[in-house]
Nanobody, 124 residues
Framework: QVQLVESGGGLVQAGGSLRLSCAAS????????MGWFRQAPGKEREFVAA????????YYADSVKGRFAISRDNAKKTVYLQMNSLKPEDTAVYYC?????????????????WGQGTQVTVSA
């Protein structure tokens, strides 16, 4: 079992930055691929970024490419999402997720464990 707890959300002006963290419990964290997803009010949950177990491979949604960066520290059992040049359309609840299969995926169904989410609000 893996439990995931996100933190770092908040209110920021457009153009600003936030860094989200996702702390994991469980001995096999380093074996999991990790992803970040987001869900805006009235919209479906969508893929944001993913990283493989070693941190050597990452993948991003086109909407955040060049602005967001995903990273992980396996010793701390934590995955991060650095968000720069934030836009009002980035406003959403952000979720981290863990996949027991170590492959990058944009599909929600490929992830086995989910955090409770953290709110990010970007004002114009």
């Amino acid at each position: 079992q893996v439990q995931l707890v996100e933190s770092g959300g908040g209110l920021v002006q457009a153009g600003g930055s936030l860094r989200l963290s996702c702390a994991a419990s469980g001995r096999t964290f380093r074996a999991y691929a990790m992803g970040w997803f987001r869900q805006a009010p009235g919209k479906e949950r969508e893929f944001v970024a993913a990283i493989n177990w070693s941190g050597g491979s990452t993948y991003y949604a086109d909407s955040v490419k060049g602005r967001f960066a995903i990273s992980r520290d396996n010793a701390k059992k934590t995955v991060y999402l650095q968000m720069n040049s934030l836009k009002p359309e980035d406003t959403a609840v952000y979720y981290c997720a863990a996949a027991t299969q170590d492959r990058l995926s944009v599909s929600l169904n490929e992830y086995d464990y989910w955090g409770q989410g953290t709110q990010v609000t970007v004002s114009a």
